[in-house]
């Protein structure tokens, strides 16, 4: 079955740096888009980042461009979101994602907070 395991989340303070994993199984990752998303508390869940099957084309959230980066190695079916420059509206939940044949599969989620 799809597996989709983020790990890489914790506490940081405000201007650190996070690389956040998502380690995939069940597809065929190479072919399928991944994407990053988060939730803050109280809030409603947003797009961070996404990627192509094949790395080629991202796409960014504003509030992320030019902080965050995403990519992705297809030999270790693994996605990354490496996160600069962190604020505090920053903390959240962060999800990894890809929809198989129209229907979303999500992993459980990392923590993710910015703090002093």
């Known amino acids: 079955q799809v597996q989709l395991v983020e790990s890489g989340g914790g506490l940081v303070q405000p201007g650190g740096s996070l690389r956040l994993s998502c380690a995939a199984s069940g597809f065929t990752f190479s072919t399928s888009g991944m994407t990053w998303y988060r939730q803050a508390p109280g809030k409603e869940r947003e797009l961070v980042a996404r990627i192509s099957s094949g790395g080629g084309r991202t796409n960014y959230a504003d509030s992320v461009k030019g902080r965050f980066t995403i990519s992705r190695d297809n030999a270790k079916n693994t996605v990354y979101l490496q996160m600069n420059s962190l604020k505090p509206e920053d903390t959240a939940v962060y999800y990894c994602?890809?929809?198989?044949?129209?229907?979303?599969?999500w992993g459980q989620g990392t923590q993710v907070t910015v703090s002093s």
């Open positions: 994602n890809t929809k198989l044949f129209l229907y979303d599969y």
